[in-house]
């Protein structure tokens, strides 16, 4: 199974900041993508860090010094700039960052870095005073106007015991940081995507609700590999334990109704929606204000009363900017498969509906699998193999896109 970061090749700068040990977990986890992951040190981050932590996790050279003739890197710097997917400097020094506005090459990153044509993240890590400095403010605006990505930095503890505005980006959000730049100019680039994910909660009283098994991770994954072409993502999330998405707006809410809402008004503008949620069929006919108490009673009847169908009521006209919008369905079958989930596509005006069989082990909710058959509205029928989320993912986009083609 494949990612996006699979064969990339990604040089990771570190510089100088008690953040360094934090990019050895992001070496670890570009290398665990399958990237190939070049990293150059500054001789302050040597004093942090080792390049044998690297190399250990990278199973690459690590250059430190341009003029060891022992390191074919270090001599072929130039070389390593040019192959580069991507550079991404972090922890990046107030010092680095300096350096970098104003073009200086004192050592093996900066040299390589002006040797490329990459895209370049850079991830700031300092005191909050050192970054909210006006010469580094200054210095992270020339930065951004010479087109470089900056990641950060964020709010919370810092070496020195204060909290502030310092932090290097963790690890897990900078890796969604690379993939999304590296796919900016992808081929959702302009278009807006919305996509629906997790099981919604319809409350029966303060405490209780009624719900399902959905984890959230077939939508997420969705939101993920659109951003990662480049779409401009809303993700529409019921509560699900998954971590926020990096570069996706993200508005959650509980119930269908309040999904019913809030999608009604992102859709207007939207090439696409992509409704993975598993809404909820019912919900109490009323929510108890109070927890409902334990009574004698041995059965407890509660009132249910149908939720609006969602989809069905996005019109597919009702794109204002892109014209009509491309309407893709999920369906959950147990059996009957095909014939179940072709019923929904005329119901709910969808252009084509993804089916996944909740009974296979590797399929459906909570797993990070899935096999899933495509059904189009001219009854054509696509049975795929058993993929990650995030291909079958790319595998719905690639559809959308040829919806957005036709209309
Ligand atoms: O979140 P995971 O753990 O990764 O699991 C993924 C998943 C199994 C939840 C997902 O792949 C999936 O199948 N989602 C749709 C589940 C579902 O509700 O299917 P359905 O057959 O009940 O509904 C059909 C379609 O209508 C769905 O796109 C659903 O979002 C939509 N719907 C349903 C009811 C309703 N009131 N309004 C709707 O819009």
Known sequence: MTGPLSKKRIVLGVTGSIACYKSIDLASKFTQAGAEVDVILTDSATKF???LSFKSITHRQ???????????????????????????I?????????????????????????ATKSPIVI??????????????????????????????????????????????????????VTEMVLGKNGDF??????????????????????????????????AEAARNRGATVTLVSAPTALPDLVGVRTIKIESA???????????????????????????????????????????????LTKNPDIIANIDSISSKESGNIVKVGFAAESENII????????????????????????SGFS??????????????IEKLPLMSKYEVGNAILDRVKTGLDFK
């Open 62 to 88: 690590v250059v430190t010094n341009i003029f060891d003739i022992n390191s074919e890197l270090a001599v072929n710097h130039v070389a390593l700039a040019e192959q580069a997917d991507i550079f991404v």
């Open 90 to 114: 972090a922890p990046a020094s107030a010092n680095t960052i300096a350096k970098l506005a104003n073009g200086l090459s004192d050592n093996a990153l900066l040299t390589s870095v002006l």
């Open 367 to 380: 797993v990070d699998t899935n096999k899933v058959t495509i059904i189009h509205a001219d009854g054509t």
């Open 189 to 222: 680039s302009g278009k807006r995507i919305v996509v629906s994910a997790g099981g919604t909660q319809e409350a029966i009283d303060p405490v209780r609700t009624i719900s399902n098994r959905s984890s959230g991770k077939m939508g997420y994954a969705i």
């Open 339 to 362: 014939e179940n989930s072709s019923a929904k596509i005329s119901k709910k005006g969808l252009d084509f509906i993804v089916a996944n069989d909740i009974t296979a082990a590797d």
């Open 257 to 303: 109704l309040e999904m019913k809402e809030v999608l009604g008004e992102e859709c207007n503008d939207a090439h696409s929606i992509i409704m993975a949620a598993a809404v909820a069929d019912w919900r109490p006919v009323r929510t108890l204000k109070s927890k409902a108490k334990k009574s004698n009673k041995e059965t407890w009847k509660i009132n």
């Open 123 to 176: 991830a700031p890590a300092m005191d909050a005073n050192m970054f909210e400095n006006a010469a580094t403010q200054r210095n992270v605006a020339t930065l951004m106007s010479d087109g470089m990505f900056i990641a950060g930095p964020a709010k919370g503890r810092l070496a020195s015991g204060l909290t502030g505005l310092g932090r290097m980006v963790e690890p897990r959000d900078l890796v969604g």
């Open 49 to 51: 860090v080792t390049p």
